[in-house]
């Protein structure tokens, strides 16, 4: 049992430290578990610290705001910067440190490598968002590589960024095991996000229709029958609840995300999930489901 404390966790900032507590930690036969974040710390990413320590002896929360998976400066910019209060949740929550780089630590000067995943990268987040998976891909991979941690921690909220790491870590034979861990969502079934703090109360009010139109699609695909059809009537339904507009909302196998045509894959024991990307003013929401 690891004992939970009121203080901050604590912070390094270069690898070399990480590398030297890791080691310390090696000596002893610990096992360390990461939990990779951009910060603006919530119950989602405090779920993934909580799973990590219940699987390993060490848990290592990661906050970097990776500008390589940015593809507008704007939203890079306005991005939530709360490292105190990320520590002190950390501290609680029983996290053993913080490892939290700055731009030039993770890529100094002459950085010219880049981690590419073709496949599970393509559409939905990577669709709309050129770049973005190969600045996560290459990011995770530093972070693997410059803990060495035996385990990492990963919200299925951000579900292809979670397949594009299976991914690459198979790929690439990189000696850690991915921990996919479940959505966790406000009452109203909203997914914990650390953009939902940026929604006007009329934005927020709206949010979780989102997840109900999805969970009707989800319902509808049971019956069988073409994905085409409940897919426009649930972008219009998210649209007459008030979102602005609808980027994606799409029906796609679980593990290559390769689009479906038909839910009848569905009872024929394919995995699939239901993916939506949406947005409230200059907030853009996702969100998946299992069918
Ligand atoms: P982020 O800081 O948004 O990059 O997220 C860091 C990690 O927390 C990722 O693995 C996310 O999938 C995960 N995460 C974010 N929101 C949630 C949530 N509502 N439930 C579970 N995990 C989450």
Request: hydrophobic share 45%; aromatic share 8%.
């Amino acid at each position: 049992m690891t004992e939970k404390s009121q203080e901050a966790v604590e912070i390094c900032r270069t690898v070399a430290d990480l590398r030297a507590r890791v080691a310390a930690w090696r000596r002893d036969g610990l096992t360390v578990g990461l939990i990779p974040t951009m910060g603006a710390l919530h119950a989602g990413h405090i779920s993934l610290v909580d799973a990590a320590l219940a699987q390993y002896d060490r848990a290592v929360a990661t906050l970097f705001v990776n500008p390589r998976q940015f593809d507008r400066p704007d939203d890079l910019a306005a991005y939530p910067r709360t490292e105190e209060d990320d520590a002190q949740k950390l501290g609680a929550a029983g996290a053993h440190l913080l490892y939290a780089p700055n731009a030039h630590e993770m890529y100094p000067d002459g950085y010219a490598t880049n981690v590419s995943v073709s496949g599970v990268s393509a559409g939905l987040c990577g669709g709309d968002r050129p770049g973005h998976f190969d600045g996560v891909a290459t990011v995770c991979s530093k972070l693997f590589l410059q803990s060495g941690a035996d385990g990492a921690f990963f919200g299925e909220k951000d579900y292809q960024q979670l397949q594009v790491v299976q991914r690459f870590v198979s790929d690439l034979n990189i000696p850690i095991l991915i921990h996919p861990c479940a959505t966790i969502r406000e009452d109203d079934g909203l997914a914990l996000s650390s953009r939902n703090k940026r929604l006007t109360a009329v934005q927020r009010a709206i949010a979780p229709r989102l997840y109900e139109v999805m969970q009707g699609a989800a319902q509808a695909f049971g019956a069988g029958g073409d994905a085409a059809p409940v897919l426009k009537a649930a972008v219009e339904a998210i649209n007459a609840a008030g979102f602005d507009s609808v980027d994606y909302l799409e029906f796609r196998d679980a593990v290559s995300l390769t689009p479906l045509e038909k839910a009848g894959g569905v009872s024929g024991g394919q995995a699939a999930r239901l993916f939506a990307a949406a947005w409230l003013g200059d907030v853009r929401l996702i969100d998946n489901i299992p069918v």
